[in-house]
T-cell receptor, first 117, second 117 residues
């Protein structure tokens, strides 16, 4: 089974509108972390936001918020007031432990977001 | 420098040659990770280190791939007898902590684009 699933290969959003990028995950670990990264066309990987499995509040960082629904195992990224510079690939990732007790980080396949003027 | 650096940025090699890719993490970062990223895909975990100890190498594709971090700082990923299927972007990331503290985000380097001809 996929550990991280991003079902939207591509998304369009109008400038200044909000957009939600979906991410579901699968783990048997009780302690894990969920991350979102942005990868613009330049190729760099930019950390956006983190949510811990024990955090009760949804994480927020500026225009980014993470809609964490633990029972549904989803960690959707919400970008408010989209800007042209938000056009990029977005990756959801999870850090948990494998059967050997070592931490692993698994990335999803990404969602390509395009902001339309 | 303040960020993670990798060298070389681009490497073209003939099939059968060995290559060594270098990663210089952010000073003081305990954990160092290696990933491989194919075009249009998310990073694929290869291996990681805490200080100089290699914690998990289960992501290494086969025994042609090896990594070391002898002094707990700079790391080298070596691919022996390269094959065309090894062509990809190889990324390194570092974080302040690991394991029990999943909140510490990873800072990615710019990557080494490897092309095997």
């Amino acid at each position: 089974a996929q550990k991280i699933t991003q079902t939207q290969p591509g998304m369009f959003v109008q400038e200044k509108e909000a957009v939600t990028l979906d991410c579901t995950y699968d783990t048997s670990d009780q302690s894990y972390g969920l991350f979102w990264y942005k990868q613009p066309s330049s190729g760099e990987m930019i950390f956006l936001i983190y949510q811990g499995s024990y955090d009760e509040q949804n994480a927020t960082e500026g225009r980014y918020s993470l809609n964490f629904q633990k029972a549904r195992k989803s960690a959707n990224l919400v970008i408010s007031a989209s800007q042209l510079g938000d056009s990029a690939m977005y990756f959801c990732a999870m850090r948990d432990r494998n059967s050997g007790g070592y931490q692993k980080v698994t990335f999803g396949t990404g969602t390509k977001l395009q902001v339309i003027p | 420098g303040a960020g993670v650096s990798q060298s070389p940025r681009y490497k073209v090699t003939k099939r059968g040659q060995d290559v060594a890719l270098r990663c210089d993490p952010i000073s003081g970062h305990v954990s160092l990770y290696w990933y491989r990223q194919a075009l249009g895909q998310g990073p694929e975990f290869l291996t990681y280190f805490n200080y100089e100890a290699q914690q998990d190498k289960s992501g290494l594709p086969n025994d042609r791939f090896s990594a070391e971090r002898p002094e707990g700082s700079i790391s080298t990923l070596t691919i022996q007898r390269t094959e065309q299927r090894d062509s990809a972007m190889y990324r390194c990331a570092s974080s302040r902590q690991s394991g029990l503290t999943p909140s510490y985000e990873q800072y990615f380097g710019p990557g080494t684009r490897l092309t095997v001809t």
